[in-house]
C-alpha cells in the first residue's frame, strides 16, 4: 500500500497506470468479446471507414476487421515486449552480479563480451540475429531480447561492485556461504529495486523494437497480426485510407506513453533516494489552514503572533510550532535558543512561507511584515520580499550554494532577480559584497566556485547574499555552527557591525549561549515548539526564571579548574506528534507538581521578561 500511495502521488505516473490498466483488461478480455475473427477476410469490404456497421473502427486491404486485429494485436505485443524485458533482465541482471561480485577475469571476460555487443548499432544487431535465425515474431522477441542484454547487464553490474565489497557481504563469507547463496540472498535483494526500475522504463522501448521488426516483415507473419505488421501492411494505404495506419500507430503511442510515465513513477516510488524528491516535490509557499482569529497587527517591523506549524504525516499531526509569538524593531537582534527539535528553523522558515508542503502546513496566527501578513499571501508577493525585504542566512553554505555556478553569478542573480540592473553592474555589486563581508581579493574570489573556498568564506558568501538587495530582516539559522571558533568570532562581529551600519533586524537561531551574550539584545528560550522564556540577554543569563533555562545554561562549560561538574538535562524533549498535558518540560524537571502536568500553562508577562512557569526559579 505504501508503494502504491507513492506511485499514484505522481499525477503523470497515475495516468499511465490507468490507461494501461485499461488497455490490459481490454486485451485480457479480447477472446471472450462478441468480435469477428481477425483473420477472416472479405475483399467486398475492403477499407471501410470508422463507424461503419459492423466494423467500429473500418477494415483493412483485405476487409479484415479493424478492431478485432488491432486488439489481438496489442494482446501479442504486448506479451512479447514483457518477455522480451524479462529474458533480458534474467541473462542481463545474471551477467552484471556475476561480473560485479568475482571480478577479475571473470568480469573481464563477461564485460568484455558485453562491450562487443554494445559496439553495434543496436537495431542492426537485431536486424542480423533475425536474418540469422529467420523471420517470425519469436525470433523477433529472442533479438530484442539480446540486444537490450547489454543495458542490464552494465547497470547491474555497475551496483554489485559497489556492494561487493561492503562489510555485510564479508560478514556472509565469514559466516561460512557459498558464493551462489551470497548472490541469491544478500546481493539480488539489493539489486532486485534497479531491476525493476530498469524493466520499467524499457518494456515500452522492446515493444517499439519488436514492433520495427515486424513493421520490416521480420516479425509476426501473416496473417498472425501484431501492431507493427498492422502498421507494414497499412503503409501502401497511409494517403488514401490513413484510419488503418492511424488505428494501430495510435494504440503503439498509448502503449509506450503510458508505459514510460509507469516506469518514470516506479522509478520515483522504489528508489529511496527519489522518493522526498520527486514524489513529494514541495509547493512554492506553504499550505495554510488557519482556524481561529488572526492577531491584530503591531508596530514591530516584523512581528511573528500566535504562530502555529504542523507537519501532516498520514494520520500523525507533529504540532512542530505551537503559538510562537515573537517580534524585532529595526537594528535589533533577537537570539532564538533551545535543543534541537525545538522549532526553531520550522519558526523561521514560516515567516516566508518556507516550509515544504506538503506536509508542511500553517494552521494559526499571524506573520506581519511592516504590518502586511504574510501568511497566506499570494506566491507573487511573498516572492518579491524574500531575499529582497527579508533575507535567510543558512547554516550549511555548502549545500545552499550552487556547487555549478561561480559565487559572483550567485550573487548577481539574487540581486537581478529583484533589480532590473545590467549584468556588468550586477558583477561590480558582486565585487562590493564581497568587500563588505571582509573577503581579501575580491576581484578574484568572486569567481571562486564554492568548493574552491572555506568553509568560513562560503558562509561569509552566504551572508553577502542575503545582503544583496539591502534587507530589511535578516533570519541566520545557526550560521556559525560549523566553524572554528576563530572564524564564528569573526562572522558575529561582522554581523554585529553591520546590524549597527544598517540598522538591519536580525532573529539569530543558535544553540549557543556565548554567542547569544555577544551580538543579541533579546533572547527568546524553545521547547517543544513554543516560547519558555523570553528577555534582555543580560536579564536572562544572569537570572534565568525558567527550569529548562536554568538548566540550558548549566550545561555551558565554564573555564577554571574545579568550579563545578558538566551538567546534562535528564531524558529527552518530547515527541511533538504526541505532547504530554500541561508543561511539555515537566517529564524533565525537578520541581515539577501535578499540576504542571494539567492544563495549558501560559505565558505570564512582567515587563520585559516573559516566562511559562508555573513554579519559576524567580518571581517576575
Known amino acids: 500500500m505504501a508503494f502504491l500511495k507513492l506511485l499514484f502521488r505522481n499525477k503523470l505516473a497515475a495516468m499511465g497506470a490507468v490507461v494501461l490498466a485499461f488497455i490490459v483488461v481490454l486485451v485480457i478480455l479480447t477472446p471472450i468479446l462478441p468480435l469477428q475473427n481477425p483473420d477472416i477476410t472479405a475483399t467486398a469490404d475492403r477499407f471501410k471507414r470508422p463507424f461503419t456497421d459492423g466494423h467500429l473502427l473500418g477494415t483493412d486491404h483485405l476487409g479484415r476487421d479493424l478492431l478485432s486485429r488491432l486488439l489481438w494485436g496489442t494482446r501479442l505485443s504486448l506479451a512479447v515486449g514483457v518477455a522480451a524485458a524479462v529474458l533480458a533482465a534474467f541473462f542481463g541482471s545474471a551477467i552484471g552480479i556475476t561480473a560485479g561480485y568475482f571480478g577479475g577475469k571473470v568480469d573481464n571476460i563477461f564485460m568484455r563480451g558485453v562491450d562487443m555487443l554494445m559496439a553495434f548499432p543496436y537495431i542492426l544487431l537485431a536486424l542480423a540475429i533475425v536474418a540469422a535465425l529467420g523471420p517470425g515474431l519469436m525470433n ?142 514541495p509547493l512554492p509557499t506553504t499550505l495554510v489552514n488557519r482556524k481561529g482569529n488572526i492577531p491584530a497587527a503591531t ?49 523561521a522558515l514560516s515567516v516566508m512561507g518556507l516550509v515544504a508542503s506538503p506536509p508542511g502546513v500553517i494552521t494559526g496566527g499571524a506573520v506581519r511584515f511592516q504590518g502586511e501578513d504574510l501568511v497566506g499571501a499570494p506566491y507573487e508577493t511573498l516572492r518579491q520580499k524574500r531575499g529582497d525585504r527579508v533575507a535567510y542566512i543558512f547554516q550549511d553554505p555548502l549545500s545552499t550554494l550552487h556547487p555549478l555556478y561561480k559565487v559572483g553569478q550567485q550573487l548577481a542573480e539574487a540581486i537581478q532577480s529583484h533589480h532590473r540592473v545590467s549584468n556588468a553592474e550586477a558583477r561590480s555589486r558582486a565585487i562590493q559584497l564581497l568587500k563588505d563581508v571582509r573577503i581579501p581579493n575580491a576581484e578574484s574570489r568572486v569567481d571562486n566556485y564554492p568548493h574552491e573556498m572555506s568553509g568560513g568564506m562560503r558562509q561569509r558568501v552566504g551572508i553577502a547574499m542575503s545582503l544583496a538587495n539591502e534587507p530589511d530582516v535578516i533570519i541566520a539559522d545557526e550560521p556559525t555552527t560549523a566553524l572554528d571558533v576563530t572564524v564564528q568570532a569573526q562572522i558575529l562581529s561582522l554581523l554585529d557591525d553591520l546590524r549597527r551600519e544598517r540598522g538591519l533586524a536580525i532573529i539569530f537561531i543558535t544553540h549557543d549561549f556565548g554567542v547569544v551574550a555577544q551580538l543579541c539584545d533579546r533572547m527568546a528560550v524553545m521547547y517543544a515548539g513554543r516560547i519558555v522564556e523570553e528577555g534582555p540577554t543580560g536579564s536572562v543569563l544572569s537570572h534565568p526564571l525558567h527550569p529548562y533555562t536554568k538548566r540550558l545554561i548549566a550545561c555551558v562549560p565554564e573555564l577554571g579548574e574545579g568550579r563545578r561538574e558538566m551538567a546534562a538535562i535528564p531524558g529527552l524533549p518530547p515527541v511533538v506528534d504526541d505532547l504530554p498535558p500541561g508543561c511539555a518540560f515537566a517529564p524533565r524537571c525537578e520541581k515539577a507538581r501535578e499540576e504542571c502536568r494539567q492544563g495549558d500553562i501560559t505565558l505570564d508577562r512582567s515587563g520585559a521578561r516573559a516566562v511559562r512557569c508555573l513554579y519559576p526559579e524567580e518571581t517576575l
Request: with cysteine; net charge neutral; charged share 15%.
Open 299 to 347: 508596530d514591530d517591523l516584523l512581528a511573528i503572533q500566535e504562530l502555529e506549524t504542523q507537519f501532516h504525516v498520514g494520520k500523525r499531526i507533529y504540532k512542530a510550532v505551537g503559538g510562537v509569538s515573537l517580534a524585532v524593531k529595526p537594528g535589533e537582534c533577537l537570539g532564538v535558543i533551545g535543543e534541537s527539535g525545538s522549532g526553531k528553523s520550522v519558526t
Open 140 to 281: 523477433a522477441l529472442i533479438a530484442v531480447a539480446a540486444v537490450n542484454v547489454p543495458f542490464f547487464a552494465r547497470n547491474i553490474r555497475g551496483i554489485t561492485v559497489g556492494l561487493a565489497g561492503r562489510e555485510f557481504i564479508d560478514a556472509a563469507r565469514l559466516a561460512g556461504m557459498g558464493h551462489a547463496r551470497i548472490i541469491l540472498t544478500e546481493l539480488l535483494p539489493n539489486v532486485l529495486p534497479v531491476i525493476i526500475i530498469a524493466m520499467s522504463t524499457t518494456v515500452g522501448w522492446m515493444i517499439l523494437e519488436t514492433a520495427g521488426l515486424s513493421f520490416l516483415g521480420l516479425g509476426s507473419q501473416p496473417p498472425q497480426a501484431d501492431l507493427g505488421s498492422m502498421l507494414g501492411e497499412a503503409r501502401s494505404a497511409l494517403i488514401s485510407h490513413p484510419h488503418t495506419s492511424v488505428v494501430p500507430g495510435i494504440m503503439i503511442f498509448l502503449i509506450v506513453m503510458s508505459i514510460n510515465l509507469l516506469g518514470d513513477g516506479v522509478r520515483d516510488a522504489l528508489d529511496p533516494r527519489l522518493r522526498s524528491g520527486a514524489l513529494s516535490r
